[in-house]
Structure formats: C-alpha cells, structure tokens
C-alpha cells in the first residue's frame, strides 16, 4: 500500500506542468461526508469549509467577524440579532445571495433528519434557543434567541458546526438528500474519489470579504491557486517521502521530522501554539483521586518544561490555561501555572493518605498527538517522587469510549479547538451524573462559566475567566500542559501561510512560477 501511494505520488508529480496551476496537499485520513457541520471530523471541516461559508467567522485572535454578513447589530436586550448581507456574493452556480437562501439554510438545520451536529446548540436541549429567524427583506436576516448569549455568534462560527454554511437549494437532490456543497466560498467542490483524493476547483466570481490578508476565517479568503487537490496519505512516512520529492506541496508532518524540514532551504515549516490542548485528565470520583491534595501531588510532581519539551520535541510551549495565547483573553493571570516542587509533593501525600497504590494513565500512540510520550515522560517524574504510576495502551476509539464513560484513573488526552474560553472551559466542565466525560464539577465553575456564556462585556469575561483559572490551578481536575502546535512544511514554491488552528487554510496562497 505504501508504495503505491508513492507511485500515485510520483506520477502526480511528472503530470504537473512547469507553470503549474495546482497543488496537492496531503490528508491523513479521507473526508466522512461534504456535508457542512453533518458527519465530520477535523479533516472533513479542513476541506469542506474552503467551500462553504457562514454569517460569521472566526478571527486570528479568537474572536467572531462578518463573513457573509457585512455587519451585525445586538438589541439592546440582547435577544435580537440582525444581519445585514454582503451584496454582490454568488453561490458557486452563479445564483446571488440572499435573506432567503439563509433561512432555507438554517431551516435545513433545525430538522433533526438532516442530523446537524450543532442542533443542540440552538434548539433549547443546552439552553439557548432560537424562536425565530425572520427575513424583512432580501438582504435582511433577524434571528431572535430566548435569552442573552455571549457565544450565539461563537457557536454559528465553530468549525465543527460546519460554520452554520449558508447553502443553494441544488446542494440537495430532489427527494431531499444530500448530493454536494453549492456553496459561497473561494473554492468550488470538485472530484471525491473515495479513500484516495478531493479537488477543489478556485470560484473564479468569488467576492472576498474586506482584508489585506487572512485573518483566520475572515479577511481576505482570494482563492489565487486554480486547483487544490487534497490527497490522502495516511502513513508519516509517505508524506515525508512525497514533501522530499516534491509531489507533495503541504502535509502535517511528525514533530520528530520537523529539526530535518528545519535545516532544509527547500522547505517553510509552520508551527504555533493553537486552542487544541493537550491533557492529563483526573477522574475526580476515583477513591484516591477524589482527594484534591492526591491530585495537587501529581501536578506539583511534574516539570511541565521538561514534560513539553521531551512529549514534542521542542515545538511545543507550556500553557496550564484553557485559553490559547493568541486569545485576546490570555492575561497574565491566565500565565499562572503549575510548578514542581517535589518537597510540596510528600506534604501532600501524607495528607491524601497516600500509601503507594497504583495510578492507572491511559494513553494511545496516535502519530497526530503527544498522548502516550506525554504519558511516558510523566509515569517517571511520578516514579521519582514516590508515586506508584503504569501506563496502559488503548487504541484511540477505545480510549474515546473510556473518555465518553468516565472509566478511568487519569488519562493523557487532547482536546480539539474552542476558541472562545466559555466554551472552552465548557469541553471539559460539566454535571458527571448526566455527561461521564466532563473532567471538572465544581458547581461554582460551573456557576462561573454559565455566566461566562452570557455576559457579552469583555472585561466582565475577563474576570470570569481569570477567576476560573486560578479555580482550576486549585480543584486540578486536569492538567493542561501545552496547546497543539500543528506543524506543517510546505515547498518554497508555495508563498503564503497554508494552515490556522491546525486545519489546512489554502486560500490567499500564491505558486512561485
């Protein structure tokens, strides 16, 4: 298999010509559906949302912008939200964009059958619910939710709700199922051989939102490459053969092939801290990880510099918050953090009533996260301080059902993105009789956070979360070591930045000719 994949590679290569027009990136996994937001994963949204596009977007520093709307007004009592929409935007079948085409949209969502992952999110089952989405004119769209919500505009934009894309009706077939993305977006769905690649095609009429440059999924989104296709290469190896050959122009790549792609001129590597987060979870209703003072230990046990340094060979930054350092609510306080201090760790064991019984870590050896080095490293600073530590090895769904039940002592675990704190906090935060898989039940955080999802003023947050923090460096009902840094190398043929919050982002790219 692998040598096919290289052969496929090498023969991709000779068919592109000198001037090409195109280029190929590499996926580890093929895409579930082309659904926007409906049977997904983070390589589905990679792809799917160069197509696609919602009412807002995410900015670079976490926050939420225009993207189909030109601009967005709140009402004073924080119930009503009216959009205006850009003029002169096209579907990719050249229909125009309007009021009518996002409430056919968001009506297609709210239908249960079309089994829309974020239905809960606006239907009232976690709260907030929409009561009505009303179109005064072509250009007009009011939505109107059941009460003040600081992360309405956040969860329209998160990627895994597929950016709440506002399709054309043709995106479905006659009977009502789904047939492709007939989108607003600078690249065009084009061909899906399962298992082996997606192309996408540049919307030649796609009007860009306002911009100088990407500023993560708004700002200015030109689609200047003619054809991507985006192959896929699940084994590391291969890719690092296809980049090397050049049949590749952009892959993720291992953080252990990096100081190679480094010292190479041929290549750009791109990395930097993201709002994913890598983890050692506690189960807090284990009988000896239920006492804050056992769970204090192992934190005061770990030298988190060293535990990063060695889990990502150096491309990773230590970070104890939920917020990611390029969030505009990344405070000094939210810089507070863990510190070894192993003279603290015996105090604290003699108060939990430690007397050397075994803490189980689950971890598996995924190639795209950190979970079993990080697991190693931390199993022998637990060792040294007395601290009876195994590590027991499970594939990734596996682990993902024992997550989902609670069952387990700790685990070394990472988290996708939320690039608001409320909702990043709440990943991991939550009632454990209803979801198992909640990590932290204080109700005072819980408390916190709810207020968090509905004061909108950002110094109000501010404080919500900077308390939160300090909350969480106490209770440790995790340990978040550092955010995900999502290494990407690209030929120096490619002139741009190929990826933001790990997904690839290949619009505003250029093809050095």
């Avoid at 009518?100 to 709210?110: E, G, H, I, K, Q």
């Avoid at 490459?225 to 993720?252: H, M, N, Q, R, W």
């Avoid at 990880?289 to 030298?303: G, H, P, T």
Wanted: hydrophobic share 40%; proline share 6%; charged share 20%.
């Amino acid at each position: 298999m692998k040598n096919a994949i290289l052969m496929s590679l090498a023969l991709g290569l000779l068919a592109v010509p000198a001037a090409a027009q195109s280029i190929t990136a590499a996926i580890p996994a093929d895409i579930r559906s082309s659904n926007p937001g409906v049977n997904r994963d983070d390589y589905t949204d990679a792809v799917v949302l160069h197509t696609v596009e919602g009412l807002v977007g995410y900015k670079e520093d976490g926050s939420v912008g225009p993207l189909l709307a030109q601009s967005f007004e709140l009402s004073p009592d924080g119930l009503t939200y009216t959009f205006k929409l850009r003029s002169g935007v096209t579907f990719h079948n050249g229909e125009p964009l309007t009021a009518a085409d996002v409430l056919w949209s968001w009506t297609r969502y709210m239908d249960p059958k079309t089994e829309w992952r974020c239905l809960p999110e606006f239907d009232g089952r976690n709260g907030l619910k929409v009561d009505a989405v009303t179109t005064p004119d072509p250009q007009t769209v009011v939505m109107k939710i059941n009460h003040p919500s600081a992360i309405f505009l956040d969860t329209l934009a998160r990627t895994d709700c597929g950016m709440t894309a506002v399709l054309q009706k043709a995106s479905v077939k006659a009977d009502g199922s789904w047939d492709r993305p007939i989108g607003t977006g600078p690249y065009k769905f084009g061909n899906w051989k399962r298992g082996e690649y997606i192309t996408l095609d540049a919307f030649e009429n796609y009007v860009s939102p306002a911009g100088d440059k990407a500023d993560g999924y708004v700002g200015s989104k030109r689609p200047l490459i003619k054809e991507i296709k985006f192959l896929v290469v699940p084994d590391p190896a291969t890719v690092k053969a296809g980049l090397l050959s050049g049949a590749l122009d952009v892959a993720s790549v291992l953080s252990t092939d990096i100081p190679e792609f480094s010292a190479n001129a041929n290549f750009t590597v791109t990395a930097g801290a993201e709002a994913s987060k890598h983890t050692f979870l506690m189960q807090t209703r284990d009988p000896l990880l239920s006492k804050v003072e056992m769970r204090q230990a192992i934190a005061a046990a770990l030298d988190l510099p060293t535990l990063v340094a060695q889990a990502t060979n150096g491309t990773g930054r230590p970070n104890n918050s939920a917020i990611f350092p390029g969030s505009r609510y990344y405070s000094d306080i939210q810089k507070e953090a863990f510190a070894p201090d192993p003279a603290k760790v015996a105090d604290l064991l003699a108060k939990a009533g430690y007397k050397g019984e075994e803490i189980n870590i689950i971890a598996n050896k995924r190639p795209t996260a950190p979970s079993f080095d990080a697991a190693v490293v931390a199993q022998a600073m637990l060792q040294a301080v007395g601290i009876n530590a195994r590590i027991e090895v499970l594939d990734w769904s596996t682990q993902l059902d024992r997550y989902n039940s609670g069952k387990y002592q700790m685990m070394s675990f990472s988290y996708s993105a939320r690039l608001d704190p409320a909702l990043s906090f709440e990943q991991f935060s939550g009632p454990k009789d209803k979801q198992p898989r909640k990590v932290w039940d204080n109700p005072e955080a819980l408390e916190l956070i709810a207020k968090a999802m509905e004061v909108s003023d950002q110094a109000q947050r501010q404080a919500i979360f900077d308390e939160l923090h300090k909350k969480l460096l106490h209770d440790v009902p995790l340990i978040i070591y550092c955010n995900g840094t999502g290494e990407t190398v690209n030929g120096k043929r490619l002139k741009g930045t190929p990826v933001w919050q790990s997904k690839l982002r290949l619009w505003e790219l250029s093809l050095e000719q």
